[in-house]
């Protein structure tokens, strides 16, 4: 789904139009409520979902592939599972880079291949709202910047789910750029005390490639650009200007013309994000520098052992 996040959904607090809005949410949760049915749970393979409740960019896919790299050095068989949008293939190149990919059209028809293949693990890059799936472990990811916004639910504001559906869930990831996360973490054992959180930062990997000395125009079409500027300028890299664009944008050539062109006017190179970058064709590409980065966990041996025990 393309779209541009409205202002007031990260506002602290509720404003007018959020209000004004609550009757749309409080059907939509009664419409979600009426729609619970028994999920299907399988024996046969394990299955992790890593998903979120906040509306786009807190670091689900990142989050898939280091809980992959985790496995794999546990000696489990994983491979990815993804819904298969039209509008994702960034996320679906990303995910196929770093380990098996099934894709398709329904969750459980792309299960179904990961357990022909013999798949010990599938884990799930999004899915943690689907109601025919239940799974063997739940993640909820949050992006400390965002947290849950102004705190209501669609349309009102940028929740799939009440904060207290954190309940029915076994851990949660914040992630970011190194903010401090004890108010939160008080939030969350408010509502499930024994709920395990971990905290995690997005590291680059990609610095030696990049010329830190040099202007950037900086562009990006992701759930939340904010938290992308923060860690570039985390980085030191010197901003002129930022373009955002609706979250998993379609560039047009015009487009990329475009954002070249305001660069070269401001004597400014190009980056963007990796996502972004895999969006675009070869010939949009050239000129175009993108950021590669990874989730480093504060405590990974803690979350071996945790992935360990619950598998």
Not at 129 to 144: G, M, P, R, W
Not at 158 to 176: I, T
Not at 266 to 279: C, G, Q, S, W
Not at 299 to 308: A, G, V, Y
Request: charged fraction near 25%.
């Amino acid at each position: 789904m393309k779209f541009k996040k409205p202002n007031f959904w990260d506002y602290k607090k509720p404003n007018i139009i959020a209000y004004l809005l609550l009757p749309l949410s409080y059907m939509l949760n009664f419409i979600n409520f009426l729609n619970i049915k028994k999920k299907i749970k399988t024996q046969s393979i394990k299955t992790i979902c890593v998903g979120n409740i906040y509306v786009g960019g807190t670091g689900k896919t990142p989050l898939a592939i280091k809980i992959n790299q985790i496995l794999n050095n546990l000696n489990f068989k994983t491979a990815f599972i993804k819904k298969d949008y039209y509008d994702q293939m960034d996320e679906q190149k990303i995910l196929s880079v770093n380990g098996q990919l099934f894709c398709e059209k329904n969750r459980i028809d792309a299960l179904k291949k990961a357990i022909n293949k013999n798949i010990d693990v599938a884990i799930f890059d999004d899915g943690l709202q689907d109601k025919e799936l239940s799974y063997a472990l739940t993640i909820v990811c949050f992006n400390i910047q965002s947290w849950i916004g102004n705190g209501l639910c669609l349309p009102s504001g940028p929740l799939r789910e009440n904060l207290s559906s954190l309940k029915k869930y076994d851990a949660v990831f914040l992630n970011g750029n190194g903010e401090e996360v004890l108010t939160i973490q008080n939030i969350i054992r408010n509502i499930k005390p024994n709920l395990k959180v971990f905290e995690a930062q997005y590291i680059p990997l990609n610095l030696e490639k990049l010329d830190l000395n040099q202007n950037y125009l900086v562009f990006s079409g992701i759930g939340n650009p904010d938290s992308f500027i923060k860690t570039l300028k985390k980085y030191n890299f010197k901003i002129l200007k930022t373009l955002n664009f609706p979250d998993h944008y379609k560039y047009s050539d015009q487009d990329i013309v475009k954002i070249k062109e305001t660069a070269k006017n401001l004597n400014a190179k190009v980056i963007t994000t990796e996502k972004d970058y895999n969006r675009l064709n070869k010939l949009n590409s050239e000129g175009i520098s993108y950021l590669e980065v990874e989730l480093k966990v504060i405590n990974e041996k803690e979350l071996t052992n945790f992935l360990n025990r619950k598998l």
